[in-house]
DNA sequence: GTGCATCTTTGCATACCATGCAACTTATGT
DNA sequence: ACATAAGTTGCATGGTATGCAAAGATGCAC
């Protein structure tokens, strides 16, 4: 059997599926190390081998050792800038991102495990958590982008705000989700994040 | 003249002095070389030399290279809890942070330039920008922590979105005013950063 | 299927980041 | 002035990250 069609992956050429795979395998070996020893005491070198790889070449896939514990889907923002460009026309922006966030996390969700100790080793290293939001910060530039040219606000400061927010929302969803896993499902925290930044952020009845 | 009393720092002791006042050459350096050359190609060794110390020293007062452009005050963090206990008791929780981080920033702003170039160092290398909120999640959690407490509402996940939209929304003011600073003062955008959540995020008017 | 062009991987050299440790210098309290 | 505590420094070490050139795959045309 061959593993083919990984995800949305069907990329004609050998070249590209063995770069998918290197680069999954790499992804994966980071994570699960992490969520075993802790990320701070996972080496390059470690994950490299478990890739079965060369150092050299994880430092082509990833720009920093972090990058390998955070990127989850390359072309992420690709899709999301689809969705938030397909939307229907008369729907406010907010929630527009709410369902194309939604859409992407639900997918990334079909892998279980993988997602559970994504989340965990976030929680356990806050500083990856808001790495996090740099790594996808340019995921953020595009859907700031992509709402930009949906409103013909270009260069303005309401889309990066709004992409902004949203990236929060999804890193704060996710740290409270990991702390929370038996009392709700991922979704339903961040569906409630975003009906608090939709209502202003009112107090909560005492 | 002996340039006492920095900043409430009228902190006793010749020890406590000299350590803050290496700790803010060090940062001075940090920037104003940044500012110059670019973040990436300002090595510790160049701070540490332009602020008369050693590279080990350096490190003695940083964690990493990255939070010596990132850092502004150490003790930011207890002002801001104690503004947000002291806030009268009837108003939203959101106006209590806008006022906090208000004068916070006001208080950052009385040092025009370095404030200035401060920005600009952050809008030229968005992975600090980034890392700002991560130095500042200590803070971030600490300001969730006094709010929880002023709302009694512990542990919850209110109080950490709130206190991680504020530091996003200081993220996102401050990048945009960095690009655009002939337009508006920096408050300005701030103040608008915050309506606009305090709004729910409306769509603006085309 | 042979052979050339292209892309990828890899090892090596190099530079920088970061930490522990021990020796040394400088404040502080009495 | 003295003993103690605190801060600084150099050195050694190990991990991170990049450029470069050689070797190994893959794709394509014929």
New binding site residues.
């Given amino acids: 059997m061959q593993l083919m069609s990984e995800r949305g992956a069907a990329g004609g ?3 590209e599926r ?2 998918r795979a ?1 680069r999954a395998a790499l992804a994966e070996a980071a994570v699960r190390l992490a969520a075993e020893h802790g990320a701070e005491k996972v ?3 470690a994950i490299s081998a478990a890739a079965g ?2 150092v ?2 994880f ?2 896939y990833f ?4 990058d390998a514990f955070v990127v989850i889907d390359a072309d992420a923002g690709a899709r999301m800038r689809a969705a938030v460009l397909d939307a229907p026309p008369g729907l406010p922006p907010l929630e527009v991102l709410r369902g194309a966030l939604a859409a992407e996390i639900a997918e990334a969700e079909q892998q279980h495990e993988l997602w559970r100790l994504h989340a965990e080793v976030l929680h356990a290293s806050p500083h990856l958590l808001a790495r996090g939001v740099g790594a996808h910060m340019a995921a953020e530039a595009e859907l700031a982008e992509a709402i930009a040219e949906r409103l013909g606000d270009t260069g303005g400061l309401y889309p990066r705000l709004l992409a902004a927010v949203a990236g929060t929302a999804v890193r704060i969803s996710m740290d409270h989700w990991s702390a929370h896993q038996e009392e709700a499902a991922f979704l339903d925290v961040f569906h409630e994040v975003f009906s608090l930044l939709a209502a202003g952020l009112p107090a909560p009845p005492a």
């Fill in positions: 050429g050998l070249r063995k770069k290197t080496t390059v070198e790889v060369s050299r070449t430092f082509n720009e920093t050792r972090d």
